[in-house]
Structures are given as structure tokens and as C-alpha cells.
């Protein structure tokens, strides 16, 4: 009788432990933290296509997430996506007025993010300016779509 409690003991740590792993995966894949949030400020991009980036993709900067997307939004005036990013309050005056922004994709069909790569213009980006400098969103579909109709009238 004694064996089979710490048969059961062990059965229910086991399938705790499971559900445990399971919650910290899904919080790590979404990108949900329960760290208080620090000092940030938010600068714009214009895209004319942002394929598939949603809000809370990573921003990052040489490999570094430096931020998260805080909305995306229509620009009515330009019919472009507007990009809120939130980014790091350490970088708030270091980010040169010529830095550039791109929509990326880790791996083949990974996740889509935003890389940031600065320049050297001696003026730097403050909190709500706009990134004039960005590359849109390269679309699998689209790149495909191009390819057969080339074979096609070839």
C-alpha cells in the first residue's frame, strides 16, 4: 500500500513538473513576460509591407533584442503600416537620425522581427520620431508568385 502512494506521489510530481514546462513554453513563444517594465520610449517606421509582423515581435540590434512592437496601424495619409516600436530608455538620444529599419525573418519561415542597424549621422532619433529609413518585409508568396510567372513567359 505504501509503494503505491509514492507511485502516485511521483506519477502527479511528474505530470506537475509537465504542465510547469509546458506553461514556461508557451510564455517564452508569445513573448508574455512578468518583468515590470523598465524606462522606454517609442519611435515610428513606415512600411510599405510588413508581411506577417505582429505586435510584440522582438526589435533587435546586432542579434540583441533592444525592444518589443508596440502597435501597428494604418497611415491613411500614406496607405502604409505604421510601426510603433518601444525600445530600450538606455538607447533613447544614441540612435542616429540615419538608422535604418527592417522587417526580417529568422530562418526560412521563422518568426518576423524588426532589425535595427545605425548610421553616422551626428543627430540622433528622439522619443516619438520617425524612422525615414526602412526595407519592407521580403514575402515568401510574393517572391514565388515572381519566379513562375518568369519561368512561364520565358
Known amino acids: 500500500m505504501k509503494r503505491s502512494k509514492m507511485m502516485e506521489l511521483g506519477v ?3 505530470m506537475l513538473a509537465g504542465i510547469l514546462g509546458l506553461v514556461f513554453l508557451g510564455l517564452r513563444v508569445s513573448g508574455l513576460t512578468f518583468q515590470a517594465p523598465g524606462d ?3 519611435l515610428e517606421a513606415n512600411f510599405a509591407n510588413i508581411g506577417g509582423l505582429k505586435p ?17 496601424e494604418l497611415d491613411t495619409d500614406w ?13 533613447e538620444g544614441r540612435l542616429s537620425r540615419d538608422t535604418t529599419a527592417a522587417i526580417l525573418t529568422a530562418g526560412l519561415l521563422g518568426e518576423q522581427y524588426i532589425g535595427l542597424s545605425v548610421g553616422g549621422d551626428p543627430e540622433t532619433l528622439a522619443a516619438g520620431d520617425t524612422i525615414r529609413d526602412t526595407q519592407s518585409a521580403i514575402v515568401l508568396e510574393e517572391l ?3 519566379f513562375v510567372s518568369n519561368m512561364v513567359s520565358d
Open 79 to 91: 496607405y502604409d503600416a505604421r510601426v510603433i516600436l518601444e525600445l530600450d530608455g538606455d538607447l
Open 56 to 72: 510584440r515581435a522582438r526589435v533587435t540590434m546586432a542579434g540583441v533584442t533592444v525592444g518589443r512592437v508596440a502597435a501597428i
Open 12 to 14: 502527479g510530481l511528474f
Open 144 to 146: 514565388i508568385q515572381q
Open 40 to 42: 522606454s520610449f517609442r
